[in-house]
């Protein structure tokens, strides 16, 4: 039997694949009101807000922007499950509703990519999105108390454990640890998925996405895109990229970075641009198509998709711009001893 891993490699050798759009935005439009997203729970806070507990509540608003990103060209479905974590939802009460949150989500995501991928033989895959938390493993949140910290390591690795054995029992092909904004808290995503791993017998293949906090390229925790991937690259990611962050013309030279030293898949979903001053995004499609093709040209990206303020018709563009375009060819790094500070630092053999 074909693994996840050797089939999404496959389809990755022989065209750029194209991963989904946001989901924040688009549930926005449906204009929920508290009631669609409290349902018949009885929770004692306002869940209005709570995507993610839509899955529960009210099913067919994930699975219509599921099918809208499939009918659009996607290849992979990000449950939408990015604070569907114990940390976040205990902001909503809902924190004892983790795993059936995950594990319906990526019910509701399996089946429309195995619905999809039945219609016309080509593979759909399923990515279990896992976000940052609130919290953080290398900075304090108490400028008079620089030692601090609101959560621990095996605390961490924990939360991050409960949702990943969900979305892998609900069907989900890979976790996708996104948004990373500090790299401890993606080493502790690692741990937490390497356990689910053992703990089932199989590999649960992994994707890691950094976001950006300044255009000097580092994300919060202070590190560059090279010095990530050096911290990273032990755990053998299926995919390495960026998402969030900033519009596509932002990333382009982290983007460049990143492709000529990752010696696995580049995945990169930028913003739909920069939020104007009502926080809303103005990019339009052929606008991100355009930026995100000329990353393909130069061979540079494997998988592309979009973030904060991405639609349908954002991915539909992007999937026609990138059309018959050959996928970046992996690297293959000279051996050589690569350790990760805030910078990298690369020792010759």
């Known amino acids: 039997m074909t693994s996840a891993r050797e089939a999404f490699l496959a389809e990755a050798a022989r ?32 869940q209005k807000g709570n995507n993610d507990i839509l899955a529960l509540t009210k099913p067919e608003v994930p699975e219509a922007i599921h099918r809208a990103y499939f009918e659009a060209g996607a290849d992979i479905a990000e449950t939408n499950t990015f604070s569907a974590n114990r940390i976040s939802q205990a902001d909503y009460g809902a ?33 279990g999105a896992i976000g940052p938390t609130n919290k953080t493993l290398s900075l304090s949140p108490d400028v008079n108390d620089p030692g601090y910290r ?24 890979f976790i996708l640890i996104e948004t990373v904004f500090d790299t401890l808290n993606a080493k502790a995503g690692i741990m937490a998925v390497k356990q689910v791993a053992q703990a089932l017998g199989r590999e649960v293949p992994l994707m890691l996405s950094m976001t950006l906090t300044d255009l000097s390229g580092r994300n919060l925790s202070g590190h560059t895109v090279e010095a990530f991937w050096y911290a990273v690259r032990h755990a053998r990611p299926l995919t390495i990229g960026l998402n969030c962050s900033f519009g596509a013309t932002q990333l382009r030279p982290h983007v ?9 898949l580049v995945m990169v979903y930028p913003n739909a641009g920069l939020p104007n001053e009502l926080g809303e995004y103005d990019e339009q499609p052929a606008e991100t198509a355009g930026y995100v093709r000329e990353w393909a ?17 954002h991915i539909a563009v992007m999937a026609r711009a990138v059309e018959g375009l050959a996928p970046r060819k992996l690297t293959t790094p000279e051996v050589a001893t690569r350790l990760a500070g805030l910078e990298p630092f690369t020792m010759a053999a």
């Open 297 to 313: 040209e130069h061979g540079q990206v494997n998988v592309l998709g979009g973030c904060c303020g991405s639609t349908p018709e």
């Open 150 to 173: 609101e959560i621990d390591w095996d605390t961490l690795v924990d939360v991050y454990r409960e949702q990943a054995e969900a979305l892998v029992e609900g069907g989900a092909d």
């Open 15 to 46: 065209r750029i694949l194209i991963t989904d759009g946001a989901f924040g935005t688009e549930i926005q439009g449906w204009n929920l009101a508290e009631a669609d997203y409290a349902g018949s729970l009885g929770l004692a806070r306002d």
């Open 256 to 264: 460049k970075a990143l492709s000529e030293i990752a010696d696995a």
């Open 95 to 127: 924190e004892h509703l983790v795993r059936e949150i995950n594990l319906e989500s990526a019910r509701l995501a399996r089946r429309l990519a195995d619905e999809y991928a039945a219609r016309d033989g080509r593979p759909r895959f399923v990515a």
